[in-house]
């Protein structure tokens, strides 16, 4: 399998406390502030692109956030 980077923008700011409910289901996601928005990053292990926006997207959701609109540096 394949590392993907994929990085979505969250409407909402996310606390602390939200870090360590995104980490639970995914060690791989990296929160950070830009130009006052929140971004998450995912370095997804998936067969392809495609797999790893939904599997990262999963667990984005189910921390309770929603995506707004999704980001990468490698689109296949």
């Known amino acids: ?6 990085t979505f ?8 406390d939200d870090i360590d409910i995104i980490f639970e289901p995914a060690d791989d996601a990296t929160p950070e502030r830009e ?3 929140t971004l998450v990053h995912f370095a997804r292990e998936a067969p392809s692109w ?3 926006v939904v599997s990262a997207l999963t667990d984005l959701q189910a921390a309770g956030f929603q995506a707004a609109s ?5 689109p296949h």
């Open 1 to 6: 399998m394949n590392t993907h980077n994929v």
């Open 35 to 37: 130009h006052g928005r």
């Open 9 to 16: 923008v969250v409407n909402q700011r996310i606390t602390d």
């Open 50 to 52: 495609p797999a790893a």
């Open 70 to 74: 999704v980001r990468t540096d490698n």
